[in-house]
């Protein structure tokens, strides 16, 4: 009996033609200039980003992680200031905070889009102790209320930071997201909707300032060569080809996403609540990831993989719960935030996904 190949989560090996042929001529040029660190490709990036996010002012880095600590530091966020995060995103947020050594403030989720709550901030903002900074994280490709919140944080004249790591091309009221905030962070890993062919990322500022304290730090915190002006500095860079791969994608990184969206909402067509898929049929949502969230997880992800459909979860456990942070979290309840981790199952979204594959995933959300 011949073995059904599975429909995998996601498959990097499927590059398209135009991928392999760019990468392959900017690779030679790249290694035969000899320029393979803050060149051409890199500055290339930096202002077309810029651009596309409505001039802000850009610096890239080895990756998303690094951007929220750039974005941190270069704001001024210290062992004295309180950072509001979200408690559902695998500790990203809660991980960069605790590196500034300042502290995380959890704050509940949306119980309908897995995103931060504006009515907990606002509970937060009004508390005896309010956030001196936000990360608003845009997850699963969707977008927060940041309209909202961007308000809500200039009242109290805190800075907010976007994490765009899952959000890239994402607009919100015709505007995009990563030029809401004082500085917004983006990863280029492999599997993001804007990708490199390894790792990296970029953070971009709404002040020049900011920027060029970013600069500095990403570079052991010089203002020239081997002078260290600022006292913080690491060493997160760039390279030259992965910046020229994330440049030549950039081009199609919005019909892309109209990709990840079709497939999304033929997903969505295909469930019968109680089950239901976190999307918008709209630009406020990228598909980064399709996640479902079913009260019958076990039950359902033993379906598809019946079927031959690769799953997984994002993400299983809620950061004050996680073992090496329970003791800085206790007596924290986050309801939403548990009932989410506790119930959603990510199901295969990528560009490069056949129709055959689409097909068989519909199919076994029906029999669901």
Request: net charge negative; aromatic share 8%.
């Amino acid at each position: 009996m011949t073995q059904v190949k599975r429909v995998p989560l996601n498959h990097l090996g499927r590059l398209g033609r135009s991928d392999i042929e760019s990468a392959l001529r900017d690779y030679e040029e790249i290694v035969r200039s000899g320029v393979l660190l803050n060149g051409p490709y890199v500055r290339s990036l930096e202002e077309r980003v810029s651009t596309y996010l409505i001039d802000k002012y850009s610096v890239c880095v080895s990756s998303g992680t690094d951007a929220l600590v750039l974005a941190l530091a270069a704001l001024g966020v210290t062992s004295e200031s309180r950072v509001a995060v979200v408690g559902n995103v695998a500790g990203y947020s809660t991980n960069v905070v605790l590196r500034r050594q300042a502290l995380p403030v959890l704050v509940d989720t949306n119980p309908e889009s897995a995103q931060m709550s504006f009515d907990e901030l606002k509970a937060v903002f009004e508390s005896s102790n309010p956030p001196n900074a936000v990360i608003v994280t845009h997850l699963y490709g969707l977008t927060t209320e940041i309209d909202k919140i961007t308000e809500l944080c200039g009242q109290h004249g805190s800075y907010l930071i976007e994490d765009c790591a899952q959000s890239f091309g994402a607009i919100f009221a015709g505007v995009p997201v990563g030029a809401w905030g004082d500085a917004a962070a983006f990863s280029f890993y492999p599997t993001k909707n804007l990708a490199a062919l390894g790792d990296g990322g970029m953070v971009t500022f709404r002040d020049s300032e900011a920027c060029d304290r970013a600069r500095k730090i990403a570079q052991y915190g010089w203002s020239s060569r081997y002078e260290v002006e600022l006292p913080d500095g690491i060493n997160s860079r760039l390279d030259e080809i992965q910046a020229a791969v994330v440049l030549h994608r950039l081009s199609s990184v919005d019909s892309r996403n109209s990709r990840r969206r079709d497939i999304l909402r033929r997903y969505a067509e295909a469930v019968t609540t109680p089950r239901r898929f976190f999307f918008e049929d709209s630009e406020r949502c990228v598909a980064h990831l399709a996640v479902l969230r079913t009260p019958t997880r076990d039950r359902d992800r033993a379906v598809l993989n019946s079927f031959g459909i690769d799953t997984a979860i994002h993400y299983p456990i809620p950061d004050h719960k996680q073992p090496a942070w329970r003791h800085l979290f206790e007596g924290v309840a986050l309801p939403n935030t548990e009932a989410h981790c506790a119930e959603v199952l990510t199901l295969p979204c990528f560009p490069e996904l056949t129709e055959e594959e689409i097909v068989r995933v519909c199919e076994a959300l029906r029999s669901l």
